[in-house]
């Protein structure tokens, strides 16, 4: 920011000294009457332009604020996504350390009881439906 500042007075000192020398150069030409001296054209010039420097300063350091914030935005933002990545993968492991004692003791339970009965179909698509539920979770974990 104090950079910005010594850039805008450097622009608008470097801006007054050259039109200063090009008035007194026309002035000198044209032999006018009561010309000044450079320096104190160049002081008027540079004054008389300072509104202008402090509209321009004020443009700079709105554009740099607005970037800024985009960057600073679009960071949050990223940072936000994984941070939401890493508790959708965290929930889903618990919930896969939750679900696997239980699930499988019912299950399988289930299905010896289906074979004691004799009900064996039921329990080889019993077991095909846990081996695909098994393998769907374990692409999401």
Not at 50 to 71: C, E, P, T
Not at 107 to 126: F, I, P, Y
Request: aromatic share 10%.
């Amino acid at each position: 920011m104090a950079g910005a500042r010594r850039c805008c007075a450097s622009i608008g000192l470097i801006f007054a000294a050259w039109t200063t020398l090009a008035g007194s150069a026309i002035q000198s030409v044209c032999q006018l009457f009561g010309a000044r001296p450079f320096a104190h054209l160049w002081l008027n010039k540079f004054y008389s332009g300072i509104l202008s420097s402090l509209i321009l300063y004020a443009v700079i350091l709105a554009v740099s604020y607005v970037s800024d914030s985009r960057v600073r935005l679009a960071f949050q933002q990223t940072e936000t996504a994984q941070l939401n990545e890493q508790l959708s993968k965290a929930q889903l492991n618990a919930l896969g350390q939750q679900i696997e004692p239980h699930f499988l003791f019912n299950t399988l339970n289930t299905v010896a009881v289906l074979v004691s009965e004799g009900r064996n179909d039921v329990a080889v698509s019993m077991i095909a439906g846990l081996s695909d539920f098994l393998r769907r979770v374990g692409r999401l974990l």
